[in-house]
C-alpha cells in the first residue's frame, strides 16, 4: 500500500485578505515604506504576481529569474522579498551575511510543496546516473541535493548544457516538464508529478473559450499551466497558430508583448501580471485565460506587512550553512549558464 501523501495535504492556503485601503491611503502607506526602506538601506524585490500595491514599491518587478540576478548583485544590507518562501530562501543563499525579509511566512508554493527530500533520494537512488534539474520553485533542501537550478526562463539552456546521452531528473513540475522535453526533443527526461494549484486550474477549456471570444489574440502561456500538453498538441495540427502561441516565463512575457506588434493578448498565468503588463502597455489590451488563477500565496503580502517587516526587521528567512553551501552550487551552475 502507497503510503504517499497526496500533494494538496502537504500544504496550507492561506486565506486571501482583503484590503479595502483607499487610493489616497495606499500613497501614503507607499510614502512610509519609502521612508523606511531608505533608513534600513533595504531593497525591495517584488514578483510579477504580487498586488498591484505592493509591486509598485519594488525596486525591482520582475520574475523568478530576474529576482534571483538581482538579489545576487544586492549592495543593499536588507532585502525584504515581496514574493513566496523559495524566492526569499534563494537570495538568503545568494547573499549570505544579508538580512532577507519574508513580510509573510505564509507565503509558501505548492509546486515547492509536492516533493519531500526524501522522494527525491528516493528518486536518485533509482536513477544514479542522472543529472538532477530542479526548478527554481523549491526549498533550498531540494536544491542542495541538485546538480543545477533552473527557472521557467533558462529551463531549454539549463537542459542544452547537459550531455546528450545523460538521464536528466527534471522536477518537479510535470507540465514544465512536458514542454522542455518537447522544446529540447530530448527522450531521456524523467518527469516528477508535481504541478502548481493555481497554474493547473488553466485549463484547455479556458483557452477555447478565451480564443473563441478574442480570435485575433497572441496567446502567452506559462509552462507551469495545465492546458500545455493540450496547446502543443493544438499548435502541432494547426489548430492554435504557431505563430501567435507561445509558452513563457512571466517577464518572458513582458518582453513578448514588447516586441510584438499584436494589440490584445491572452495570458495564461496567475492574474497579477496584467498589472505589470498594462502598466507597461497602456495601449493594447490583455485577456486572462482563466481570470480566478489567484495565487493565495503571493497576495499574503500587503503593505502593511511591508512596513511591519521594515520596521521590525522580521521575520527573516535564513538557510542552514550547510544546505546554503550546496544550493549555491545548483543556483550559480544555473546564473553563469544566462
Ligand atoms: P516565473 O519565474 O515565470 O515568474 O514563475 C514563478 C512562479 O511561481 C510561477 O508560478
Ligand atoms: Fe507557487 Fe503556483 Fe503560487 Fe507560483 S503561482 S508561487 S508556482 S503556488
Given at each position: 500500500m502507497s503510503t504517499k501523501i497526496p500533494f494538496e495535504a502537504r500544504y496550507t492556503l492561506p486565506p486571501i485578505e482583503q484590503v479595502l485601503d483607499t487610493r489616497e491611503q495606499i500613497r501614503e502607506k507607499q510614502d512610509r515604506i519609502r521612508r523606511l526602506k531608505a533608513e534600513r538601506n533595504a531593497l525591495i524585490l517584488a514578483h510579477n504576481y504580487q498586488r498591484d500595491e505592493v509591486q509598485e514599491i519594488g525596486d525591482f518587478v520582475g520574475d523568478s529569474l530576474g529576482l534571483s540576478q538581482t538579489a545576487a548583485r544586492a549592495q543593499a544590507q536588507v532585502i525584504v522579498f515581496c514574493g513566496v518562501h523559495?524566492?526569499?530562501?534563494?537570495?538568503?543563499?545568494?547573499?549570505?551575511?544579508?538580512?532577507?525579509?519574508?513580510?509573510?511566512?505564509?507565503?509558501?508554493?505548492?509546486?515547492?510543496a509536492s516533493i519531500t527530500v526524501d522522494e527525491l533520494r528516493a528518486l536518485k537512488a533509482r536513477h544514479p546516473d542522472a543529472v538532477v534539474v530542479s526548478y527554481i520553485n523549491t526549498s533550498a533542501a531540494i536544491k542542495a541535493e541538485s546538480d543545477y537550478c533552473c527557472t521557467s526562463a533558462n529551463a531549454k539552456k539549463v537542459i542544452a548544457a547537459i550531455p546528450e546521452d545523460r538521464e536528466i531528473l527534471f522536477l518537479p513540475d510535470k507540465f514544465l516538464t512536458a514542454v522542455v522535453a518537447h522544446q529540447t526533443k530530448r527522450a531521456n527526461i524523467i518527469a516528477y508529478p508535481g504541478y502548481c494549484h493555481v497554474h493547473l486550474a488553466i485549463q484547455p477549456s479556458d483557452v477555447a473559450r478565451v480564443m473563441d471570444e478574442h480570435p485575433d489574440v497572441e496567446l502567452?502561456?506559462?509552462?507551469?499551466?495545465?492546458?500545455?500538453s493540450s496547446c502543443m498538441a493544438k499548435v502541432f495540427d494547426?489548430?492554435?497558430?504557431?505563430?501567435?502561441?507561445?509558452?513563457?516565463?512571466?517577464?518572458?512575457?513582458?518582453?513578448h508583448v514588447e516586441a510584438s506588434d499584436a494589440k490584445e493578448f491572452a495570458v495564461g498565468t496567475e492574474v497579477g501580471i496584467l498589472h505589470r503588463l498594462q502598466r507597461r502597455f497602456p495601449d493594447r489590451t490583455f485577456y486572462p485565460v482563466n481570470p480566478n488563477a489567484v495565487c493565495a500565496f503571493m497576495k499574503t503580502i500587503t503593505l502593511d506587512k511591508v512596513i511591519r517587516s521594515l520596521e521590525t526587521?522580521?521575520?527573516?528567512?535564513?538557510?542552514?550553512?550547510?544546505?546554503?553551501?550546496?544550493?549555491?552550487?545548483?543556483?550559480d551552475r544555473m546564473l553563469e549558464l544566462v
Open positions: 523559495f524566492m526569499a530562501e534563494t537570495a538568503a543563499i545568494l547573499c549570505p551575511g544579508k538580512t532577507v525579509l519574508l513580510p509573510d511566512l505564509n507565503a509558501g508554493c505548492s509546486l515547492a502567452l502561456l506559462h509552462p507551469e499551466c495545465g492546458c500545455v494547426g489548430t492554435l497558430p504557431q505563430e501567435r502561441t507561445a509558452f513563457l516565463s512571466t517577464e518572458g512575457m513582458v518582453r526587521l522580521t521575520p527573516r528567512v535564513e538557510v542552514p550553512e550547510e544546505i546554503a553551501r550546496k544550493a549555491r552550487r545548483a543556483i
